[in-house]
């Protein structure tokens, strides 16, 4: 294995990390409206007001590793994903200072409670399509983008959005289920309900219709012999999706939050089928964008040595706020 | 609507806007970590519970600026790629692995370790508490050093090959490139400037309660600490502003030209421009009010040495000087004011009048905001002063930008300038709210309930009236 793809494997974890961690904390947002104003919305921010911004760092070594370890991807995709980009970080700005200006200014909580969702919302949002921009194919002109501002914006792209939103609220509201008590807790599991048939029924879409954007992706996912492998995703998606529902049903607190996520992890090697070896389809592929072998060593001794710290505290800071939230927060 | 605009100038006006809007946060909480990290620690030496109120009041500022420095961050780590692809391509082999250990030795732990910080002293206890507070603050600290070696890389490359394909490749060290000859000074005066940024904000915070109720115990502390810093600190930057200086005038004499206003060489010593009107039409200082030979004094230590002036420099590589020539000014102007407030409350300290000199109060009050100023106007002298280069005399940067169309740069710095003020000065308002709250005894910390300082688990006692002041405070020892 070269380390390109050891690479590849190191980017896919930041991003998955992300979508997963960040994904739990968007996903609340979007649904704070739907909770009480009062104890129940302070208790569910206050599930995730210790952990929100080591999750949304995620997001930092995902985009900052794509500039070291693939400069030429990074240097390509966001520019073709430019009005995307912006309205995501915009996004970001609102739903990260909420956290912090709702508890300052009780007269305009409501304000800021609106923001939070806002958001979250258009950052969902914007992150679901910059994936659906990034699979219907970018143009590229030499080592640039070469296409105009308004490409990104395709029924795919909106359908790809929408799913990535259903899929953050169903973290959100499994997470809920597992730290919240009593109604509120109630009221999560209707959600969770909810959102995982949203999240279902936007995946099968979505993985329908991949196949058929590109004639490349039909074969990787029905030529022989990869559709033995391929095949695999979706029959697992289905088991997942049983225990899901079967879990909520049953009241468990904490299995159908971990199954969500491993419905994301089977949406993200469905994205590997679809994609690999390419980082932007059928024009770039991981080893035209990589970065120089010596690059790549320097950040691999790095990585090596500090993502088992920072998984370790991170694992410490969940663990310092264990078990349910309670009425008083976190004192 | 921005048909008409040149896209890269757009370009250029929403990276300065948004890393200018970013850097203030930084600025702040660099110093301020290191600040409750000190409070803590003097606290867990003391048990003065005097150390413990003024941690959670500073601690409730931080918290707010924290989040608008990390929201405004995230903003930095994409503008690069949005729009500066072309650089991205370019200079991602060698700039990329250091803003990778950025994110992996800086923005992890403070992150990681913050909810601890905020949330966690009742969870972990006291020695752990601290460790997290020690964690976040020398986070602040390796994030600097990283993306400063980032910034004096673009100034003084060193350390890489040219590639086949026009990217910047690593050379054989990675010593040499993050280790480039402008670094150890910026790094010394860009942290010890974090420092006095903070100094000035709680000297002010202090001495704006000392005004109110001079016999506040909590704000003598903190204008005391403030003060101890100014007077030994300031003299200290200014000895380091220089040593940069001299180490910009080896690697980036233009830029040395600009902050002069040397449009003509001098053969045998030039003059200080103290003041005057830079006219780069005419190449002469209009105005200029000078120092014959200081200027030669200062950089040479020599009042004949010559020295050479943009003259000497092809036009299409200077720099433009007027911004360069007053932002270094205002720099420099408010590092000797702030000495100046240092040498005060020494004079002050020794005549026993330090919380007496109502004077002393209201100039420090009024510099409070100083540090942000001179910030920000250095980084303006720096990296107006390095153009029309973004990798210094290798890629210009007009070469650098992203493939875009002026009416998407504009939009998208329309709605940086419309978000950032508003909620920015929102977020700095209720910063100033919670400063403007005279710190006490009991302060309450990180407030993360609606119903009050009553808690209904019942274990901690209800709310108990503060002795030397008129508020119900909590009474709850573990609370931050």
């Known amino acids: 294995m070269d380390l390109t793809v050891i690479w590849a494997f190191i980017i896919a974890f930041a991003v998955f990390a992300y979508v997963v961690m960040d994904g739990f904390d968007l996903g609340i947002g979007i649904l704070f409206p739907t909770f009480k104003v009062g104890a129940e919305r302070d208790q569910a921010m206050n599930s995730i007001a210790p952990v929100w911004d080591g999750n949304e760092t995620w997001l930092v070594l995902g985009g900052g590793g794509l500039f070291a370890a693939f400069p030429l991807a990074y240097a390509i995709i966001l520019p073709a994903t430019y009005p995307l980009i912006i309205a995501m970080l915009l996004g970001l700005v609102f739903r990260g200072v909420a956290f912090e200006f709702r508890w300052r200014d009780p007269r305009h909580r409501a304000f800021w409670d609106f923001a939070f969702t806002g958001g979250s919302l258009v950052a969902a949002m914007a992150q679901g399509m910059v994936l659906g921009a990034l699979l219907q194919g970018v143009e590229v002109s030499g080592r640039t983008y070469a296409g105009s501002w308004f490409d990104w914006l395709t029924p795919y792209t909106l359908l790809t959005g929408i799913g990535t939103v259903a899929g953050y609220a169903l973290l959100g509201a499994t997470w809920l289920v597992w730290k919240l008590e009593g109604d509120a807790q109630s009221h999560a599991y209707r959600l969770a309900f909810r959102s995982a048939i949203a999240t279902l029924v936007l995946l099968a879409c979505v993985s329908l219709y991949t196949p058929f954007l590109d004639a490349a992706y039909f074969d990787r996912w029905f030529a022989m012999p990869s559709f033995l492998f391929a095949s695999q995703v979706p029959l697992l998606t289905a088991i997942i999706a049983y225990f899901l529902f079967r879990g909520l049903r049953r009241k468990h607190e904490a299995s159908p939050f971990w199954l969500s996520l491993g419905l994301f992890l089977l949406g993200m090697a469905g994205l590997g089928v679809s994609m690999w070896p390419y980082v932007v389809p059928d024009q770039i592929t991981i080893w035209d964008a990589a970065a120089p072998e010596r690059s790549q060593i320097f950040m691999l001794v790095g990585v090596g040595i500090t993502l088992p710290l920072i998984l370790a505290y991170t694992a410490w800071a969940y663990w310092v706020f264990r078990g349910k939230v309670g009425q008083d927060g976190y004192h | ?480």
């Open chain 2, 1 to 480: 609507m921005f048909d008409n605009f040149d896209a890269l100038l757009l370009a250029r006006i929403q990276f300065a806007f948004t890393v200018s809007f970013h850097f203030i946060f930084p600025a702040f909480s660099i110093g301020l970590a290191s600040y409750l990290a000190v409070l803590e620690g003097l606290w867990l030496k003391t048990g003065k519970q005097l150390y413990l109120d003024l941690f959670r009041y500073w601690l409730k500022i931080f918290a707010v600026a924290f989040a608008m420095g990390v929201v405004s961050g995230i903003v930095m780590s994409y503008q690069f790629g949005t729009n500066w692809s072309v650089f991205s391509d370019k200079a991602g082999p060698v700039i990329g692995p250091l803003m990778a250990y950025e994110v992996l030795t800086a923005f992890f732990l403070e992150a990681g370790f913050l909810g601890v910080m905020l949330f966690g002293m009742s969870r972990v206890g006291k020695k752990l508490h601290f460790a997290a507070t020690c964690m976040v603050a020398l986070g602040t600290f390796v994030s600097a050093f990283w993306i400063l070696s980032v910034n004096s890389w673009m100034q003084t490359p060193t350390g890489f090959e040219m590639g086949a394909n026009g990217q910047f490749l690593p050379g054989k060290s990675w010593w040499d490139i993050i280790f480039n000859p402008s670094f150890p000074y910026r790094l010394v005066h860009t942290v010890i400037a974090a420092y006095l940024t903070t100094a000035f904000v709680v000297g002010g915070v202090g001495a704006w309660h000392l005004l109110k109720e001079a016999s506040n115990s909590h704000a003598r502390k903190m204008f005391s600490m403030a003060m101890w810093m100014a007077a030994l600190v300031a003299p200290i930057q200014i000895f380091a502003g220089d040593m940069h200086g001299l180490n910009t005038l080896e690697h980036q004499p233009q830029k040395v030209m600009a902050m002069e206003g040397h449009y003509q060489s001098h053969p045998d010593g030039a003059p200080l421009i103290l003041f005057g009107i830079p006219d780069s039409a005419e190449k002469r200082v209009k105005y200029a009010v000078e120092i014959p030979k200081a200027s030669s004094l200062i950089l040479k230590h020599d009042l004949n040495a010559p020295l050479a002036g943009l003259d000497t420099i092809p036009d299409d590589q200077e720099p433009p000087v007027g911004i360069v020539f007053w932002s270094f000014r205002i720099m420099v102007g408010i590092g000797f004011a702030m000495l100046g407030i240092g040498a005060w409350s020494l004079l002050a300290r020794l005549r026993r009048k330090l919380y007496d000199w109502s004077w002393l109060h209201r100039a420090a009050l009024v510099m409070a905001p100083s540090g942000f100023v001179a910030v920000i106007a250095g980084w303006i002298t720096t990296e107006v002063g390095r153009q029309p280069y973004v990798i210094y005399n290798l890629l210009r940067t007009e070469d650098a930008a992203s493939p875009l169309a002026a009416p998407a740069v504009g939009a998208s710095l329309l709605a940086f300038v419309l978000v950032y003020f508003a909620v920015f000065s929102v977020g700095t308002w209720y910063i100033m709210k919670l400063m403007s709250s005279a710190p006490h005894p009991a302060e309450p910390g990180v407030k993360r309930t609606e119903t009050g300082p009553i808690r209904t688990a019942g274990i901690t006692p209800g709310p108990t009236q503060n002795p030397g002041g008129t508020q119900p405070v909590p009474g709850n020892e573990g609370e931050v």
